[in-house]
């Protein structure tokens, strides 16, 4: 089946201006994380999503950050004020949700680059 | 607080050679989730192996092995007669049934396999 896809796959932008970041999850995927990996390091987790809800946005850097999952399905990204220290490859991941630690499987992610 | 290193920042080994990649955790939890993915080029993250702290067993996938000892907090990975293809970052990551659902990272180890 498909897997995560996430557009755009690449970002460039200017400092200051806004970007919103698109994930769609596995079908019948209910539990959906946000990471981000900047060049040379592990991904850092951001925020994750249960259903419509965000269990827990302890990653999220500030409150530039905000993410949105109206229906519970894509799931979106969004960076107001973008500053050149956010360029990263903002990755997406998807699980099914037993209770339990279930595996993440990831999206091919999105470049941004703040110009 | 969880964490997880990878001491080993890159490794160059001649095709049908065999790598060892190590991962240390810290986690004061005891119910746990080992993780190992694979980057390629490409850079979409792809599973391996999950593995949780109840079950010491090492595993054997094909050309790959995974040897998990409690005692030493490791979790360690190794490729047997590596191939040009396997060249990629590889993560261990970990994930505390305390701390939800959201997988801490290593810094990963690029491997490059050389023909």
């Known amino acids: 089946g498909a897997g995560v896809s996430q557009t755009p796959s690449n970002k460039v932008t200017e400092k200051g201006k806004y970007v919103e970041l698109r994930c769609d999850p596995i079908s019948g995927h209910t539990a959906l994380y946000w990471y981000r990996q900047s060049l040379g390091q592990g991904p850092e987790f951001l925020i994750y999503f249960q259903g419509t809800g965000a269990a827990d946005d302890s990653g999220l850097p500030n409150d530039r950050f905000f993410a949105v999952r109206p229906e519970g399905s894509v799931s979106t990204l969004k960076i107001q004020r973008t500053e050149r220290g956010d360029s990263a490859v903002y990755l997406c991941?998807?699980?099914?949700?037993?209770?339990?630690?279930?595996?993440?499987?990831f999206g091919p992610g999105t470049r941004l680059l703040v110009l | 607080a969880q964490k997880v290193t990878q001491a080993q920042t890159e490794i160059s080994v001649v095709e049908k050679e065999d790598v060892t990649l190590d991962c240390v955790y810290e986690t004061r939890d005891t119910t746990y989730y080992l993780f190992w993915y694979k980057q390629p080029p490409s850079g979409e993250l792809v599973f391996l192996i999950r593995r949780n702290s109840f079950d010491e067993q090492n595993e054997i996938s094909g050309r790959y092995s995974w040897n998990f000892q409690k005692s030493t907090s490791s979790f360690n990975f190794t490729i047997t007669a590596s191939q040009v293809v396997d060249s990629a970052v590889y993560f261990c990551?970990?994930?505390?049934?305390?701390?939800?659902?959201?997988?801490?990272f290593g810094g990963g180890t690029r491997v490059l396999v050389k023909p």
């Open positions: 991941a998807s699980s099914v949700h037993r209770g339990l630690q279930e595996t993440q499987y």
């Open positions: 990551a970990l994930s505390e049934k305390a701390a939800g659902n959201k997988l801490t």
